[in-house]
């Protein structure tokens, strides 16, 4: 079962449960040109192994052990906060956000872990939660409050049609459309000379 191994509700911070998550969703659901099912019933070993080296990228402690049971309930999971990911604009966002939270957290309690940890918040059923209700729960509690913070849709899927990586809004400024400064300019390249080809 999951251990948060850090002295805060989010890790350091919510911005990186937020990233956490759109880290966890690029192992576990597909993109468009990249993992359809069948090659995905082939490398179950490797996306578990990714899975796990994600969560230990971000303080989960040793093992880190995800059965068949709790990877399909995390692929289910991170499918569904997809929809938080797709969403155009901010109220659609908060109305995802808000059903999941509806429908997967429970009341805010602080927990140590037994004495193992510093207290920190969870929104999980309780220390013994499954992977799949801990991403969910922590995962919504980071997104609002970003959401929250920023005003507008935390996170996105990146708006190239060959890419569609989920990725975190940060900063003030306008949202982000790519996921990075390769894709937004792959596409720009890509539009210009589209562009040519019809004034030609």
């Known amino acids: 079962m999951p251990v948060d191994s850090q002295q805060s509700p989010f890790g350091r911070s919510p911005h990186d449960a937020a990233q956490r998550a759109a880290e966890i969703m690029d192992v576990l659901v597909p993109r468009p040109g990249s993992r359809d099912e069948a090659t995905r019933l082939a490398r179950t070993w490797d996306e578990r192994a990714e899975l796990a080296a994600v969560l230990r990228a ?19 999971a991170a499918a569904d906060l997809r929809e938080v990911f797709a969403a155009g ?32 918040l969870h929104v999980d059923c309780d220390d013994e939660a499954s992977w799949a209700q801990w991403f969910l729960a922590s995962s919504c509690l980071a997104l609002a409050v970003l959401l929250a913070e920023r005003q507008a849709p935390p996170a996105r899927l990146c708006a190239s049609p060959s890419c569609g990586k989920p ?34």
Request: net charge positive; charged share 25%; with cysteine.
């Open 167 to 200: 990725f975190v809004n940060v900063g003030r400024g306008s949202a982000r459309r790519y996921c990075s400064p390769g894709c937004g300019t792959r596409e720009r390249v890509a539009a210009h000379r589209g562009a040519g080809r019809v004034k030609s």
């Open 89 to 120: 604009d901010v109220a659609a966002a908060a109305d995802r956000i808000n059903a999941l939270l509806a429908a997967h957290a429970h009341p805010p309690r602080l927990t140590s872990h037994g004495g193992g940890y510093g207290w920190h």
């Open 58 to 76: 971000h303080g989960e402690p040793e093992p880190v052990e995800i059965s068949d049971t709790d990877l399909a309930a995390l692929r289910r």
